[in-house]
Protein backbone atom coordinates (compact mmCIF):
# COMPACT_ATOMS: atom_id res chain seq x y z
CA UNK A 1 0.00 0.00 0.00
CA UNK A 2 1.24 3.69 -1.17
CA UNK A 3 2.02 5.55 1.95
CA UNK A 4 2.22 9.65 2.07
CA UNK A 5 5.63 11.15 1.50
CA UNK A 6 7.63 11.09 4.93
CA UNK A 7 11.00 12.27 6.08
CA UNK A 8 12.45 10.75 9.35
CA UNK A 9 13.93 12.96 12.03
CA UNK A 10 16.49 11.55 14.44
CA UNK A 11 14.99 11.63 17.41
CA UNK A 12 17.17 8.67 20.12
CA UNK A 13 20.32 7.84 18.67
CA UNK A 14 21.80 4.17 18.60
CA UNK A 15 24.51 5.28 20.93
CA UNK A 16 22.04 6.99 23.62
CA UNK A 17 19.89 3.71 22.76
CA UNK A 18 22.98 1.09 23.90
CA UNK A 19 23.76 3.04 27.13
CA UNK A 20 20.18 2.70 27.83
CA UNK A 21 20.26 -0.90 27.08
CA UNK A 22 23.37 -1.33 29.22
CA UNK A 23 21.47 0.22 32.19
CA UNK A 24 18.59 -1.64 32.03
CA UNK A 25 20.26 -4.82 31.88
CA UNK A 26 22.17 -4.01 34.92
CA UNK A 27 18.62 -3.04 36.93
CA UNK A 28 17.15 -6.57 35.55
CA UNK A 29 20.21 -9.00 36.43
CA UNK A 30 20.18 -7.15 39.55
CA UNK A 31 16.41 -7.57 40.35
CA UNK A 32 16.73 -11.73 38.85
CA UNK A 33 20.19 -12.48 40.66
CA UNK A 34 18.84 -15.65 42.30
CA UNK A 35 16.77 -16.65 39.19
CA UNK A 36 17.41 -20.58 38.16
CA UNK A 37 16.81 -19.55 34.28
CA UNK A 38 15.08 -16.21 33.35
CA UNK A 39 12.34 -16.53 30.46
CA UNK A 40 12.96 -13.64 28.34
CA UNK A 41 9.58 -13.22 26.16
CA UNK A 42 9.37 -11.16 23.48
CA UNK A 43 6.63 -9.81 21.36
CA UNK A 44 6.80 -9.54 18.10
CA UNK A 45 7.75 -8.32 15.63
CA UNK A 46 8.96 -5.24 17.27
CA UNK A 47 10.88 -5.87 20.02
CA UNK A 48 13.01 -8.27 17.66
CA UNK A 49 16.41 -5.65 17.47
CA UNK A 50 15.57 -4.51 21.65
CA UNK A 51 15.36 -7.93 22.92
CA UNK A 52 18.50 -8.97 20.73
CA UNK A 53 20.44 -6.19 22.51
CA UNK A 54 19.18 -6.91 25.99
CA UNK A 55 19.88 -9.96 26.69
CA UNK A 56 22.97 -9.72 25.44
CA UNK A 57 23.72 -7.48 28.02
CA UNK A 58 22.06 -9.48 30.49
CA UNK A 59 24.15 -11.59 33.21
CA UNK A 60 22.19 -14.06 34.16
CA UNK A 61 21.31 -17.73 32.39
CA UNK A 62 18.19 -17.04 30.13
CA UNK A 63 15.30 -18.93 27.77
CA UNK A 64 14.32 -16.93 25.28
CA UNK A 65 10.83 -17.00 23.50
CA UNK A 66 8.40 -15.23 21.37
CA UNK A 67 4.70 -14.42 21.16
CA UNK A 68 3.01 -12.11 18.89
CA UNK A 69 -0.18 -10.49 19.33
CA UNK A 70 -1.99 -8.00 17.08
CA UNK A 71 -4.65 -5.43 18.19
CA UNK A 72 -7.95 -3.99 16.23
CA UNK A 73 -8.31 -0.63 16.98
CA UNK A 74 -11.88 0.67 17.02
CA UNK A 75 -11.79 4.58 16.46
CA UNK A 76 -15.17 5.10 18.99
CA UNK A 77 -13.94 2.49 21.61
CA UNK A 78 -11.43 2.60 24.06
CA UNK A 79 -11.86 -1.22 24.65
CA UNK A 80 -9.64 -3.35 21.72
CA UNK A 81 -9.37 -6.35 21.01
CA UNK A 82 -6.07 -8.14 20.76
CA UNK A 83 -5.53 -11.65 19.69
CA UNK A 84 -2.57 -14.27 19.88
CA UNK A 85 -1.07 -14.60 16.19
CA UNK A 86 1.66 -17.01 18.09
CA UNK A 87 2.14 -18.72 21.37
CA UNK A 88 5.17 -19.09 23.89
CA UNK A 89 6.83 -22.59 22.58
CA UNK A 90 7.68 -23.19 26.11
CA UNK A 91 5.99 -23.48 29.87
CA UNK A 92 6.17 -20.74 32.32
CA UNK A 93 4.06 -21.74 35.54
CA UNK A 94 6.49 -21.14 38.46
CA UNK A 95 9.58 -19.81 36.15
CA UNK A 96 10.68 -15.97 36.17
CA UNK A 97 9.64 -14.26 33.23
CA UNK A 98 10.93 -11.09 31.99
CA UNK A 99 8.32 -9.57 29.10
CA UNK A 100 10.16 -7.05 26.64
CA UNK A 101 8.35 -4.85 24.47
CA UNK A 102 9.42 -2.25 21.80
CA UNK A 103 6.51 0.28 22.78
CA UNK A 104 3.61 0.72 25.34
CA UNK A 105 1.21 3.26 23.60
CA UNK A 106 -2.81 2.82 24.34
CA UNK A 107 -1.38 0.21 26.80
CA UNK A 108 -3.97 -2.79 25.70
CA UNK A 109 -1.63 -4.79 23.57
CA UNK A 110 0.75 -5.09 27.03
CA UNK A 111 -2.45 -5.29 29.32
CA UNK A 112 -4.25 -8.51 27.64
CA UNK A 113 -0.58 -10.67 27.23
CA UNK A 114 0.36 -10.00 30.78
CA UNK A 115 -3.41 -11.19 31.81
CA UNK A 116 -2.58 -14.38 29.88
CA UNK A 117 0.62 -14.55 31.06
CA UNK A 118 -0.20 -14.08 34.29
CA UNK A 119 -2.54 -16.81 34.37
CA UNK A 120 -0.33 -19.18 33.78
CA UNK A 121 1.21 -18.79 37.68
CA UNK A 122 4.63 -17.80 36.90
CA UNK A 123 6.62 -16.98 39.81
CA UNK A 124 7.48 -13.53 38.88
CA UNK A 125 6.56 -11.46 35.61
CA UNK A 126 8.12 -8.23 34.87
CA UNK A 127 8.30 -6.08 31.73
CA UNK A 128 10.78 -4.00 29.93
CA UNK A 129 9.56 -1.43 27.08
CA UNK A 130 12.09 0.38 25.13
CA UNK A 131 9.53 3.23 24.84
CA UNK A 132 6.39 4.72 26.53
CA UNK A 133 3.81 7.49 25.18
CA UNK A 134 2.33 8.17 28.58
CA UNK A 135 0.02 10.54 27.51
CA UNK A 136 -1.83 7.83 24.51
CA UNK A 137 -2.60 5.20 27.32
CA UNK A 138 -6.29 3.89 27.51
CA UNK A 139 -5.34 1.28 30.35
CA UNK A 140 -3.53 1.78 33.36
CA UNK A 141 -0.51 -0.22 33.03
CA UNK A 142 3.09 0.60 33.43
CA UNK A 143 6.51 -1.51 32.58
CA UNK A 144 8.63 -2.18 35.24
CA UNK A 145 11.41 -0.73 33.33
CA UNK A 146 11.14 1.83 30.60
CA UNK A 147 13.73 2.88 28.35
CA UNK A 148 12.76 6.25 27.32
CA UNK A 149 9.72 8.23 27.80
CA UNK A 150 8.43 10.06 24.67
CA UNK A 151 5.64 12.70 22.97
CA UNK A 152 3.07 11.36 21.05
CA UNK A 153 5.06 11.09 17.72
CA UNK A 154 4.83 8.08 14.95
CA UNK A 155 8.05 6.84 15.66
CA UNK A 156 10.42 4.19 13.68
CA UNK A 157 13.52 2.38 13.16
CA UNK A 158 15.33 -0.14 16.08
CA UNK A 159 12.59 -2.44 15.29
CA UNK A 160 9.11 -0.61 14.87
CA UNK A 161 7.58 -0.04 11.26
CA UNK A 162 5.90 2.05 9.66
CA UNK A 163 3.67 0.53 7.20
CA UNK A 164 6.23 -2.53 7.61
CA UNK A 165 9.30 -0.57 6.43
CA UNK A 166 11.96 1.08 8.81
CA UNK A 167 12.55 -1.42 11.00
CA UNK A 168 16.39 -1.73 9.93
CA UNK A 169 16.95 1.95 11.53
CA UNK A 170 20.05 1.68 13.98
CA UNK A 171 18.39 4.64 16.10
CA UNK A 172 14.32 5.46 16.70
CA UNK A 173 13.51 8.35 14.23
CA UNK A 174 9.79 10.17 14.29
CA UNK A 175 8.17 10.39 10.63
CA UNK A 176 7.47 13.88 9.29
CA UNK A 177 5.46 13.94 6.60
CA UNK A 178 6.21 16.06 3.86
CA UNK A 179 2.38 16.82 2.04
CA UNK A 180 1.85 19.52 4.37
CA UNK A 181 -0.58 17.66 5.78
CA UNK A 182 0.09 17.29 9.77
CA UNK A 183 0.29 13.55 10.87
C1 LIG B 1 2.85 -2.32 18.37
C2 LIG B 1 3.95 -2.45 19.41
C3 LIG B 1 3.24 -2.93 20.65
C4 LIG B 1 1.84 -2.38 20.47
C5 LIG B 1 1.67 -1.21 21.38
O1 LIG B 1 2.70 -3.55 17.77
O2 LIG B 1 4.94 -3.35 19.00
O3 LIG B 1 3.19 -4.34 20.70
O4 LIG B 1 1.69 -1.97 19.11
O5 LIG B 1 0.42 -0.63 21.20
P1 LIG B 1 -0.70 -0.55 22.32
O6 LIG B 1 -0.03 -0.16 23.62
O7 LIG B 1 -1.59 0.56 21.80
O8 LIG B 1 -1.41 -1.84 22.39
P2 LIG B 1 2.04 -3.75 16.33
O9 LIG B 1 0.62 -4.23 16.49
O10 LIG B 1 2.28 -2.51 15.49
O11 LIG B 1 2.85 -4.97 15.74
P3 LIG B 1 4.41 -5.19 15.47
O12 LIG B 1 5.10 -5.25 16.83
O13 LIG B 1 4.41 -6.50 14.77
O14 LIG B 1 4.93 -4.06 14.62
Known sequence: MP???????????????AARVEELAREITAHFQDTNKLVVVGLLR???VFIADLVRELDLPVEVDFMEASS?????????????LKDLRGEIAGRDVLVVEDIVDT???????LTLL????????????????PTRRE???KATWTGFEIPDRFVVG?????????RNLPHIGAVRFTDGDDQ
Do not use: W
Open 46 to 48: GSF
Open 72 to 84: YGDATHSSREVRI
Open 158 to 166: YGIDFAQRN
Open 3 to 17: TRPYVIDEMISAKTI
Open 139 to 141: VAI
Open 107 to 113: GHTLKHV
Open 118 to 133: KARKPARIEVCALLDK
